[in-house]
Each structure stands twice: as structure tokens, then as C-alpha cells.
T-cell receptor, first 114, second 115 residues
Framework: GENVEQHPSTLSVQEGDSAVIKCTYS??????FPWYKQELGKRPQLIID?????GEKKDQRIAVTLNKTAKHFSLHITETQPEDSAVYFC?????????????FGKGTKLSVIP | GAVVSQHPSWVICKSGTSVKIECRSL??????MFWYRQFPKQSLMLMAT?????????EQGVEKDKFLINHASLTLSTLTVTSAHPEDSSFYIC???????????FGPGTRLTVL
């Protein structure tokens, strides 16, 4: 099955700096890669996603890049703010798994220091 | 739109009892719902995939007789933890796939504590 590795596990940045979180996946057939933000005790919230026919996608301060050849994708947050502090999860969904079954990375705890 | 609710939000029970958790898609039809378990400071681990009108598909290592899943309608799936034990204490989160937009939406989670 799919295996998703996520790095780093923790990340501290100064407010205003950029944060980058990287994930690799094992199944070359995976074609959907969402990123979720989860605050303590709350549900994961989709913040951005990318599909395998696209190399990069941006939404305001958040961007995701995908390298299909290397089987890795990254989340970029620019001009970080304290409210960006949370745990971020990447995920991958292989086709044929039916219904967009997601395999999650282990998460990255992002701390933005004011 | 795309709201998923879970009930209860938290539950405390005695060891050996059964607990039922409901997951509802409030404003869309979900042919597929997923059940995850999340231990403190860990990732979401998929337990099972629930398809409306058919048996759930369980991930390796998840006991289907202990975690009973029923997906009786396009808006409701239930997870019953039977004969719960302290090691079953966890945060259980469901998600529902909106077939029109091909995206999963998560419920708020249920905190289960087994004494």
C-alpha cells in the first residue's frame, strides 16, 4: 500500500518567515495530494490540495509543489503568522483505492514565534 | 456547505461496555465515509472505509468484530466500539466524501475515554 513520509516532525519559525514541510510517497500511481491543518482537539481542515496533472498550486500565502518523478510534494507557507501554529498533515491518495482513500503522513507541528 | 457532524463529541465509559459514535453528512450525500483513530500527538490512522449499503472494508490490524461499522444511509455512518477497554481510548474522527466534488470532509471527532 501507499506509504507517506513527512519531514520535519517539528518546525519553529519566526513570525514573518517562511515555513516548508516536505512529504514523499511510495505509490507512483497516487494522484491526489491534500494538506490538512489540525489545531489541538479539532478536526483536520483542508488548506490546499494538488492533483498529479499540476506541478504547483498557490492560494494566498500557501503553496504546494509536486514532483511526480521524485514522488515528493511540499507545502510552503510564506509570511507566517502566529495563527498558523498547528499540526500539518500531508496525505496521498492512490487511484483505484476507491473513494479517495487517504494515507496520512505523521504530521509536522509548526510553531510560529511572535 | 459540506458539513460533517459527529455525536457524541466526547464519551467516558466503563471497561467492557459498548459505545456508538454517529457520523452525519448534513448537506451532501456521502456514498463513502471513513473512520480514523488518532492517538495523542500522532497522525490519523485509517480504520475502515464504509460504503453505503455494503460491508465496511477494514484496514489491516483493525478488528471488525470489535469496531462495528454500519452505513445505512447516504448521510449516516455509525461506529460501535464493542467491549471497550482502556487501550481503545482515543480520538475517533470520521470523514465523508462528497461525490460531487471528490473531497473528504472531516467530522469534529469524538474523544473516547475508557476507564
Amino acid at each position: 500500500g501507499e506509504n507517506v513520509e513527512q519531514h520535519p516532525s517539528t518546525l519553529s519559525v519566526q513570525e514573518g518567515d517562511s515555513a516548508v514541510i516536505k512529504c514523499t510517497y511510495s505509490d507512483s500511481a497516487s494522484n491526489y495530494f491534500p494538506w490538512y491543518k489540525q489545531e489541538l482537539g479539532k478536526r483536520p481542515q483542508l488548506i490546499i490540495d494538488i492533483r498529479s496533472n499540476v506541478g504547483e498550486k498557490k492560494d494566498q500565502r500557501i503553496a504546494v509543489t509536486l514532483n511526480k518523478t521524485a514522488k515528493h510534494f511540499s507545502l510552503h507557507i510564506t509570511e507566517t503568522q502566529p495563527e498558523d501554529s498547528a499540526v500539518y498533515f500531508c496525505a496521498a491518495s492512490p487511484p483505484g483505492a476507491g473513494s479517495y482513500q487517504l494515507t496520512f503522513g505523521k504530521g509536522t507541528k509548526l510553531s510560529v514565534i511572535p | 456547505g459540506a458539513v460533517v457532524s459527529q455525536h457524541p463529541s466526547w464519551v467516558i465509559c466503563k471497561s467492557g461496555t459498548s459505545v456508538k459514535i454517529e457520523c452525519r453528512s448534513l448537506d451532501f450525500q456521502a456514498t463513502t465515509m471513513f473512520w480514523y483513530r488518532q492517538f495523542p500527538k500522532q497522525s490519523l490512522m485509517l480504520m475502515a472505509t464504509s460504503n453505503e449499503g455494503s460491508k465496511a472494508t477494514y484496514e489491516q490490524g483493525v478488528e471488525k468484530d470489535k469496531f462495528l461499522i454500519n452505513h445505512a444511509s447516504l448521510t449516516l455512518s455509525t461506529l460501535t466500539v464493542t467491549s471497550a477497554h482502556p487501550e481503545d481510548s482515543s480520538f475517533y474522527i470520521c470523514s465523508a466524501r462528497d461525490r460531487l466534488v471528490n473531497e473528504q470532509f472531516f467530522g469534529p471527532g469524538t474523544r473516547l475515554t475508557v476507564l
